[in-house]
């Protein structure tokens, strides 16, 4: 796999079968790739459309080895957090690429990794934060960060676990939130001091081969997206963000200073293992990188990064014509990419569904009136087989004159639905 081009087909294990994960499988198909869809729960979203399926513990590290070691693809490319990282980087010793890398998994599934290598070896701008093992050394990271602050695992996502916390006394329950939230028990919580930034935005920062020079890396950018969160989850997203030019430029080049720090740490960890890697050579970290950060003024602050494709970005599916997932795939394989968004498209906007009910079989009403809002609207139902409170089910994709507009239409479409017991 360190060869390029590629032979097709490629023969892909895809761990995670998500709704992100479903549309990356619908882009690696149309490139005529296998994918083998995993999940800890039978009839997944990917699952419905991949090429095979498996059910398993991703957790368990024993048995993601045997469903590689069964399965034998040629690239294994996470999808979710929750995962036994031990088992990529026992697979990747033994030859099996891992998209980005499996050492980037270890990194950034766990933000002490991600954080600490964004302050001390990119040295870039973070929030004050802090790591504790105990509600002792919570209470004192507190204290160093300042109140009011945020009380994350380590390990975990769409805000599972998440407390903002006004004072001291509120510290034992942000404790047991975090360590109940967590998508695996890493025994330690992140305390981040707040910022109160003006808007915060996901910079999705797709690394790729050179088209004119294959034996090199370059980083590309999207257009900047906002986005609106609570608890920790996002609520909408649009594209573009509006940033002054140099602001913007000052996100990219520290986006691109953590993704060569991550780059040059994965070389590092594939030579100590006997591996040849670099990060402009063979087997380089490709792929998307969903990167967070937060902007007050003139600052830009790093806040987080996924890398993969970002819940956020799926407004890319009605702004770009390579959206995030078509990006992702032709990193990972080598390909040209293009980052640009429609000519056509001013701004376009994402608004999520989520179940506001428990059901094993649930069912969708308000379609028609739905797709009656607006012309140029789309919605994506994810075909999860079960709802639970919370629980991201559908997303509504609109365009408009200006991101006001566009987002506005988005709520509009999505309001429509309503889930109930089937």
Known sequence: ??????????????????????????????????????????????????????????????????????????????????????????????????????????????????????????????????????????????????????????????????????????LPAAWREACSGARADTGRVIVEGEIAFDYEITLLSVRHRDPSEPTQVRTSFCAPIGHRQSAGDYVESWQPQAMNPEVLKKAQNIAKKVLDALAEDTARAAAASGKSANADGENPMLGIFGVEMFVKGEDVYFSELSPRPHDTGMVTMITQPQNEFDLHTRAILGLPVDTSMFPEVAAGASAPLKSAVESASPCFTGVDAALRTSTDAQLRIFGKPEAHVGRRMAVALAVGADTDRARAKAREVISKITIHEG
Request: with cysteine; glycine share 6%.
């Open 1 to 170: 796999m360190s060869d390029f081009p590629l032979t097709f087909p490629v023969r892909i294990l895809l761990l995670g079968s998500g709704e992100l994960g479903k549309e990356l499988t619908i882009s690696l198909q149309r490139l005529g790739c296998h994918v083998i869809a995993c999940d800890s729960y039978a009839g997944a979203p990917a699952m419905q459309v991949a090429t095979a399926k498996r059910v398993l513990d991703m957790t368990d590290t024993t048995a993601l080895a045997a469903v590689i070691e069964s399965e034998r693809p040629d690239l294994i490319v996470p999808e979710v957090e929750k995962l036994a990282s031990s088992a990529l980087v026992a697979a990747a010793r033994q030859g099996t690429r891992v998209a980005p890398s499996a050492r980037v998994v270890e990194l950034t599934f766990d933000r002490q990794g991600i954080r600490t290598l964004a302050a001390t070896t990119a040295q870039v701008p973070t929030s004050p934060f802090a790591f504790a093992d105990s509600l002792a050394a919570l209470q004192e990271g507190a204290a160093k960060v300042g109140f009011p602050c945020f009380v994350k695992p380590t390990m975990s996502s769409s805000g599972h676990g998440q407390s903002r916390v006004e004072r001291a006394e509120d």
